[in-house]
């Protein structure tokens, strides 16, 4: 497997039918590494989580071997799961459901993250960065040097 990073801040607009535009500068990447196959889920903290689909099998596969404690979260992960394909305009569907439940209407933020992406609403995105400046840096942060 192709070992991708993906990372930086894309603001971006959905059109009218829900669509985002892959930026160009992850194209190749998706392209080399999916051919433009892709996996949306929900993710805990407000946004959703857009995976090439080899690493949403990877991640996938975790959370399918969770015990049945976790369940709910299983549904949360795998039941929201939405495979989408990259169109031949570089566009993503991202599906009413999964626009509802992130909050996201029209301006977003597509965030690297390394493995996948996070797709924010861009307020809610804005509010979420400014929480978490606001708040003492972890103790897993203390000792880091920039």
Excluded at 82 to 89: L, N, T, W
Excluded at 116 to 136: I, N, T
Aim: aromatic share 8%.
């Amino acid at each position: 497997m192709v070992n991708v990073v993906f990372q930086g801040a894309s603001a971006l607009a959905l059109d009218a039918k829900g669509r985002m535009a892959v930026p160009a500068r992850h194209r190749d990447a998706l392209s080399a590494l999916c051919s433009g196959q892709l996996t949306i889920t929900k993710n805990p903290d407000g946004c959703l989580m857009v995976f090439p689909r080899p690493a949403w099998e990877a991640f996938r596969d975790k959370v399918a071997a969770l015990p049945m404690s976790a369940a709910g979260w299983k549904r949360i992960f795998l039941g929201n799961a939405m495979d989408v394909e990259v169109d031949s305009a570089a566009r993503v569907l991202i599906s009413p459901e999964l626009r509802a439940a992130a909050g996201i209407t029209k301006d977003v933020m597509l965030l690297g993250m390394g493995s996948h992406f996070e797709l924010w609403d861009a307020a809610r995105y804005a509010a979420h960065e400014a929480e978490v400046m606001a708040q003492p840096m972890p103790d897993a942060l203390q000792d880091f040097t920039f």
